[in-house]
């Protein structure tokens, strides 16, 4: 990573963020949104608002925490409720879940928007998400939401490295995706089956395992372990804490994924006429 290209390309974000006037930032409390909250706020000043959706999609710790750093750093922050689990399109978790959620957002916000006397909307959509499936741009890209990560060439790895310069604490903060993500498709996204995900996940920290996914199916959880803690996870008494810590949650059966952590598992099982028309969005 250049440090001169870096630094232009953050040039590039600021001199973009300035010119936009007033902004509302879609904020989850992930690395590219909180990130482009602070370069926004930085830029902005008062004239730029953080809105973070609540939802029993967003793990509690999570919104914690992303409450905790706009407050550390003093950007103006907005809590929206919204109410994805309402639309039965979005609850019964097909291929385009993603789009009924981030749709939902968008519509709420440019409500906000509109009511604030805001001129734009912003996501952190970084340079790398463009090859991924992600069916909520089509959603972003509806509503006219902007994405100046992108916009200024900004891959993951380099925003960390803002971040990091920056000194902020999220810099390499692991990816954290919505707890609908964890539900395998086709199984209906109750507010029951997300508190069960979020309370497994939580007694996996608890433990020490940091980047961890617990997949939903039914009443089998699927347990993916980041590869580097999958030995310290492969001994009886561990085991044992897993399966009773899952069975707390309500799973009937606990698997360990020996393919370990990784994000987006869930689109694995995908066919590939499910992915296509979203490949551009």
């Known amino acids: 990573m250049k440090t001169m290209?870096?630094?232009?390309?953050?040039?590039?974000?600021?001199a973009r963020l300035a010119?936009?006037?007033?902004?509302?930032?879609?904020?989850?409390?992930?690395?590219?949104?909180?990130?482009?909250?602070?370069?926004?706020?930085?830029a902005l000043g008062d004239r730029m608002l953080a809105v973070i959706a609540d939802s029993a999609s967003l793990p509690r710790k999570e919104l914690v925490a992303a409450l905790e750093f706009t407050a550390w750093h003093g950007i103006p922050t907005h809590i929206l409720h919204t109410a994805e689990l309402d639309n039965s399109e979005y609850a019964r978790n097909d291929a385009q879940r993603c789009f009924h959620c981030k749709n939902e957002l968008?519509?709420?916000?440019?409500?906000t928007r509109a009511e604030l006397g805001f001129s734009h909307l912003a996501y952190g959509m970084n340079l790398d998400d463009?090859?991924?499936?992600r069916p909520g741009q089509r959603a972003a890209t509806m509503h006219g939401a902007l994405a100046p990560l992108a916009e200024a060439e900004l891959t993951k790895a380099e925003i960390r490295a803002l971040a990091r310069q920056a000194g902020l604490e999220l810099a390499n903060k692991p990816a954290s995706a919505c707890l609908s993500s964890r539900i395998e498709y086709g199984r209906p996204v109750t507010a029951e089956n997300l508190l069960q995900v979020e309370q497994a996940e939580d007694a996996l920290q608890a433990m020490g395992f940091r980047r961890v996914r617990v997949r939903h199916h039914g009443d089998l959880a699927r347990v993916e372990i980041a590869r580097e803690d999958l030995r310290r996870?492969?001994?009886?008494?561990?085991?044992?804490?897993?399966?009773?810590?899952?069975?707390?949650?309500?799973?009937?059966?606990?698997?360990l994924d020996t393919q370990g952590y990784r994000t987006g598992s869930m689109n694995e099982v995908l066919p590939v006429s499910a992915i296509a028309p979203a490949g551009n969005q």
């Open 106 to 111: 968008f519509t709420q916000m440019e409500k």
């Open 233 to 255: 996870a492969l001994n009886l008494e561990t085991l044992d804490r897993i399966t009773e810590a899952l069975r707390g949650a309500g799973f009937r059966y606990t698997t």
């Open 5 to 14: 290209e870096l630094a232009e390309k953050s040039a590039r974000l600021e």
């Open 130 to 133: 463009r090859g991924e499936f």
């Open 19 to 42: 010119g936009l006037g007033s902004l509302l930032v879609a904020y989850s409390g992930g690395t590219d949104s909180a990130y482009l909250a602070y370069a926004a706020y930085r």
